[in-house]
């Protein structure tokens, strides 16, 4: 408040000197935004989606804007000012699901309206990061940002790089207060802060959120690992798949240790080359646990406690009862988007074998969380939309380039229904990886090559084909 009055005051009573100050500030704002102009565009995508890990906490290191969102705009913004051709020889085509996708983020916009979230900070960002609009939107634009194998290239460089990160902050921050002083930012390691303390968390201050995260980059490690020629590259891939299994296991968040064991196991038992090593591979697992679990002080008693740990399943069992007594009360429209946390403890019951716990906590399972907020017909809507996006993408067959991407697309799938059905999941990255991963696996479905508007006799060959003139020579129609 105190800063609009001041811009109030200075558009109302200007003085030279704050005119002055004024004039500098645009200057370096048009300069600054004239040097980004000359960025790729697909790196600033791919930049903007790494720096998600710090989403929602970036006033911690202090940084007082959301750097991540900031880029994301600007890449969105260059690409609407560029223009598609630029950026890409492929065009979206539009699908029955990206109209599924948008009727799922109007009827929950409707809904979150309706019971006044909208309008808040957390209604407005669940609805463009859990839902998600942000999701949908690069399961949309995967095509033309991610679609080449240099633009896929840039992509797996920036998540390898992110991994490496991760995996490496997540180990020493797992290891203990002897190497806790090297994790940065510094926030990481603040007790007061996040609700998993004592658990390796990263960036995100939430374990199963940096499970998810390190599982995901390890996904995009293994792909680099399989088209990545240079010995060090391949090097890099290789550490990055180490620490970040290492990082899994210091969260000692069993939903993610199950997850990335059923993603690893489906993925490899699927592809014929891949299966002959799932033995080897298994072994080796769980040898490295092991190794870690002795090598590391402490870790195998915290892992036992974890393993041991009620509390967390009871908050599961009194959430998802309630979310189901919630959905009996009101099928149709739900309780109300985001409103869980407010109105849900009404629906909570003792039960006569465990305590009643969960008291302003989220459902502990985005399927029933999304039942009973939006109503039988709003999670029917996002489950189809999202077994149709994703799942559809895995099953349909396509480019064998993009194979390896697909068996990503898996894995990861996996472990999201694991962690989905085990825990919250309102974190912005996993979404968000999840469907830009099932946009560039259905890029071939999902685009397709762009024809030379420039050059006429192109484009009348094929309205020709079009119009089932095939006596036109083939030769004329090009191929960007």
């Not at 397709?448 to 129609?477: C, K, N, Q, W």
């Amino acid at each position: 408040m105190h800063r609009l009055r001041a811009f109030e005051n200075l558009i109302n009573h200007p003085t030279a000197p704050h005119l002055l100050s004024l004039l500098g500030v645009v200057v370096i704002l048009v300069c600054a935004l004239a040097w980004v102009a000359t960025f790729d565009v697909t790196l600033l995508f791919a930049v903007g989606i790494a720096l998600e890990s710090f989403s929602g906490n970036w006033k911690f290191i202090p940084i007082p804007f959301p750097v991540d969102r900031v880029i994301l705009l600007l890449a969105a913004l260059l690409l609407l000012l560029r223009g598609t051709g630029r950026v890409s020889d492929r065009k979206i085509v539009f699908r029955p699901i990206h109209f599924l996708l948008l009727g799922v983020v109007a009827y929950v916009a409707a809904n979150a309206l309706w019971v006044g979230t909208l309008q808040h900070s957390y209604g407005f960002y669940a609805l463009l990061d859990r839902l998600g609009f942000i999701p949908f939107l690069m399961f949309t634009l995967a095509p033309i940002l991610f679609g080449t194998a240099r633009q896929r290239n840039v992509l797996l460089v920036v998540m390898v790089i992110l991994g490496l990160y991760l995996g490496v902050e997540g180990t020493l921050e797992g290891i203990g207060s002897s190497t806790a002083k090297l994790v940065f930012p510094h926030y990481i390691t603040n007790a007061s802060l996040g609700i998993t303390s004592g658990r390796t968390r990263g960036p995100f201050l939430a374990s199963d959120a940096m499970g998810l995260a390190l599982f995901d980059c390890s996904v995009f490690a293994a792909i680099a690992l399989r088209e990545w020629t240079s010995r060090r590259a391949q090097l890099v891939c290789v550490a990055v798949i180490g620490f970040s299994t290492v990082g899994i296991i210091f969260t000692l968040t069993r939903s993610v240790w199950i997850g990335s064991v059923l993603g690893l196991v489906v993925t490899m038992a699927v592809d014929g080359q891949l299966r002959r090593h799932l033995p080897k591979v298994l072994l080796g697992g769980v040898v490295g646990v092991v190794a870690v679990l002795l090598l590391v002080p402490g870790l195998r008693s915290k892992a036992g406690n974890r393993v041991s740990y009620a509390t967390s399943v009871w908050d599961r069992y009194n959430t998802n009862n309630a979310a189901l007594r919630a959905v009996e009360a009101h099928p149709i429209f739900g309780i109300g988007w985001q409103t869980f946390e407010t109105v849900g403890p009404s629906y909570l019951r003792e039960a006569g074998t465990y305590p009643l716990t969960g008291v302003g906590l989220e459902v502990h399972n985005v399927f029933l969380s999304h039942f009973a907020e939006i109503g039988v017909f709003g999670g029917l809507l996002w489950a189809l939309a999202l077994f149709s996006g994703v799942g559809g993408a895995i099953v349909r067959r396509g480019s064998s380039s993009l194979y390896p991407w697909r068996l990503g697309l898996l894995a990861m799938f996996c472990m999201f229904l694991v962690v989905a059905n085990l825990g919250p999941l309102s974190y912005p990255l996993p979404n968000l990886l999840l469907w830009l991963m099932a946009g560039i696996v259905g890029s071939d479905r999902n685009s397709t090559e762009r024809y030379p508007g420039t050059m006429l006799i192109d484009g009348v060959a094929h309205l020709a084909l079009e119009f089932g003139s095939h006596d036109s020579a083939p030769g004329l129609v090009g191929k960007t």
